[in-house]
C-alpha cells in the first residue's frame, strides 16, 4: 500500500511549468515589439509647442511666396470689394458668396510651397490638393468618398445620397483652388 503518489504531483508540476514558459514567451515577445508599441514618436505635444510650430510654418511658407500673391484666407473667408479680406463672408466651411450660389473656394495654407499643397476643409469632409491633382479625400462623420479623380470629387451623406458635396480643382495663378458646391437633391 502506497502512502504517497506522484501523480497529482506531477500534474501540478507540469501546469506550473507550462505557465511560467507562457509567461516568459510573452515577456520576451512584447520585449521585440514593445520598442514601436511605446516609442515617443506620435508623443502628444503642448498648445505652445504647437503654436511655435504653427508660426514656424506660415514663417517660412510666407518666406517662399512669390511677391505680389495673396495670402491664404481661413476657411470658407473671401475677399471682399477691393480686396479686403474683413469685408468677406466667413461664415466657415464650405459657405461663401465669392463664385456664385451654393460654391466657394476655400483652402488654407499648408506648410509645402511650390508644389503648393493645400488642404480645403468642407461639410463633406477635407480635400488635400496641388495644382496637379487631389491627393487625397478624407470624409468628415456622415459622409463617405463617393467619387475621386484628379481634378474633382464628391463626398456623399451615409444617411441620405442626396445630400452632395462636389469639389473641382483648379490652378489659380500657380496655387491650388478648390470650388465647393453643395447639392441636396429630392
Do not use: Y
Not at 40 to 51: L, N, S, W
Not at 80 to 86: A, I, K, S, V
Amino acid at each position: 500500500m502506497r502512502i504517497f503518489d506522484r501523480r497529482p504531483l506531477l500534474i501540478i508540476a507540469g501546469w506550473l511549468l507550462a505557465a511560467a514558459l507562457a509567461v516568459a514567451v510573452g515577456v520576451v515577445g512584447i520585449g521585440l515589439v514593445g520598442a514601436g508599441l511605446t516609442s515617443r514618436q506620435g508623443a502628444p505635444i503642448t498648445e505652445t509647442q504647437a503654436e511655435r510650430e504653427l508660426t514656424a510654418l506660415r514663417a517660412s511658407a510666407q518666406a517662399a511666396a512669390a511677391p505680389g500673391t495673396a495670402t491664404s484666407r481661413g476657411p470658407g473667408e473671401s475677399a471682399g470689394p477691393g480686396g479686403d479680406p474683413g469685408a468677406g463672408s466667413s461664415a466657415g466651411p464650405g459657405v461663401g458668396s465669392s463664385a456664385g450660389p451654393g460654391s466657394t473656394p476655400s483652402g488654407s495654407s499648408n506648410a509645402t510651397v511650390g508644389n503648393a499643397s493645400k488642404s480645403f476643409p468642407t461639410r463633406g469632409g477635407t480635400v488635400v490638393a496641388d495644382c496637379s491633382r487631389i491627393i487625397s479625400m478624407s470624409p468628415a462623420q456622415g459622409f463617405a468618398v463617393h467619387e475621386q479623380d484628379d481634378d474633382e470629387g464628391e463626398f456623399r451623406s451615409s444617411t441620405d445620397p442626396h445630400d452632395r458635396i462636389e469639389v473641382d480643382l483648379e490652378c489659380v495663378a500657380g496655387l491650388p483652388e478648390l470650388r465647393v458646391q453643395a447639392k441636396i437633391e429630392d
